[in-house]
Nanobody, 126 residues
Framework: VQLQASGGGLVQAGGSLRLSCVASGRTGTTYVMGWFRQAPGKEREFVGSMSWSGVSTYYADFVKGRFTISRDNAKNTVYLQMNSLEPEDTAVYYC????????????????????WGQGTLVTVSS
């Protein structure tokens, strides 16, 4: 499975961005999809994930209701809508996928990930 993320860019604090991640290859398996991020000088951290069915979602605490994950399985695409962006959200955002054991499966640890995208840079100016 190959993951291609896009949608990053420069935005002012308080603004919004929507990231997209398209999966290609052997996408017939039910995959949990989601996002991690890595800020300059920091370790990569979990942002959020969504089950294959779309029934389950799980977010990092720092999201605070500002970010929303959605997916369109017909397009093999997962989205990350980011609102009320803060300078602290500046990071490279990585799309990730993991094989789900059930339609409710989600992930939140790097060790659970089977596939990574190349990352897209989000810069939030103050």
């Amino acid at each position: 499975v190959q993951l291609q993320a896009s949608g990053g860019g420069l935005v002012q604090a308080g603004g919004s961005l929507r990231l997209s991640c398209v999966a290609s290859g052997r996408t017939g398996t039910t995959y949990v999809m989601g996002w991690f991020r890595q800020a300059p000088g920091k370790e990569r951290e979990f942002v959020g994930s969504m089950s294959w069915s779309g029934v389950s979602t799980y977010y990092a605490d720092f999201v605070k209701g500002r970010f929303t994950i959605s997916r369109d399985n017909a397009k093999n695409t997962v989205y990350l809508q980011m609102n009320s962006l803060e300078p602290e959200d500046t990071a490279v955002y990585y799309c990730a996928a993991a094989k789900g054991l059930s339609s409710f499966s989600i992930f939140h640890r790097e060790s659970e990930i089977d596939y990574w995208g190349q990352g897209t840079l989000v810069t939030v100016s103050s």
